[in-house]
């Protein structure tokens, strides 16, 4: 897919003191505000429970609209009574529904587990290794598809989910709302070894400091590289300014 970014035509204007910020120096700031989230949180991960790509793959799509502990507590029962993409395919819906009941949504995400578990199962009952195989799915977004092909294969993936999508815009990397265009902007600031991890230390920071609601940012250890965009102006300071 080509997607045009947001990073090559149209910059951020962070308040930097400068007019506006090249794309190299976005670059350079963003790798020092990746070291500064690498030393913060090095061990940061996926917090999904997982065993393989297609126990991540269930676990991802439960994870819609509900907090990764809750789907932490459905997830082992399930992956013990149905351990296989053939075996969710044949589940009876009921039985599925009621045991994922506690996730939210339960109707539609056992649709969705039981027909990615079908398209898988008449594959052979591997979960495909890239974006194009795992989207041709059905019911396997973007975001879902990068989140297993980043943690559980180990391919350069960036995911944009609710809190990578705020901090890129916090911290002036894109300018965009489409995730694909966040996500293709974020792609273009740092080398492909570091996108994985890097958002995942982000989620990681937007759940532990940079929240939707109330931003730490006097102890934030971005605060010197980040502008702030869109951030009112009770939770930022003056004191410091990105470099
Ligand atoms: S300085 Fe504030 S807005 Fe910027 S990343 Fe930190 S908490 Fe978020």
């Given at each position: 897919m080509t997607v045009r970014t947001g990073a090559d035509r149209r910059p951020p204007r962070p308040r930097t003191g400068r007019a506006v910020e090249s794309l190299a120096e976005r670059r350079a700031r963003a790798r020092r505000v990746a070291r500064a989230l690498a030393d913060a949180y090095p061990d940061a991960w996926c917090a999904l429970r997982h065993e393989n790509a297609w126990q991540l793959l269930v676990a991802t799509i439960l994870s819609a609209q509900c907090t990764d502990e809750r789907v932490n507590m459905v997830t082992p029962a399930l992956f013990a009574r149905y351990p296989t993409p053939a075996a969710m395919a044949a589940a009876p819906a009921a039985e599925l529904e009621s045991m994922?009941?506690?996730?939210?949504?339960?109707?539609?995400?056992?649709?969705?587990?039981?027909?990615?578990?079908?398209?898988i199962a008449a594959q052979g009952g591997e979960v495909p290794r890239d974006m194009d195989a795992l989207v041709a799915l059905g019911g396997v977004g973007r975001k879902t598809a990068n989140v297993v092909l980043g943690t559980a294969y180990g391919v350069p993936s960036i995911m944009v989910d609710t809190h990578v999508r705020r901090l890129a815009s916090r911290l002036g990397f894109t300018r965009e709302d489409d995730p694909v265009k966040i996500e293709m902007d974020l792609r273009a600031l740092?080398?492909?070894?570091?996108w994985t991890h890097f958002s995942h230390r982000l989620i990681h920071h937007g759940r532990r400091i940079c929240t939707a609601r109330a931003p730490r940012c006097p102890e934030c250890p971005l605060l010197r590289r980040c502008p702030q965009i869109g951030v009112p102006a009770r939770f930022t300071t003056a004191a410091r300014r990105p470099s």
């Open positions: 994922i009941r506690s996730t939210g949504f339960f109707r539609q995400k056992t649709k969705a587990l039981k027909s990615v578990a079908a398209a740092l080398p492909p070894a570091e």
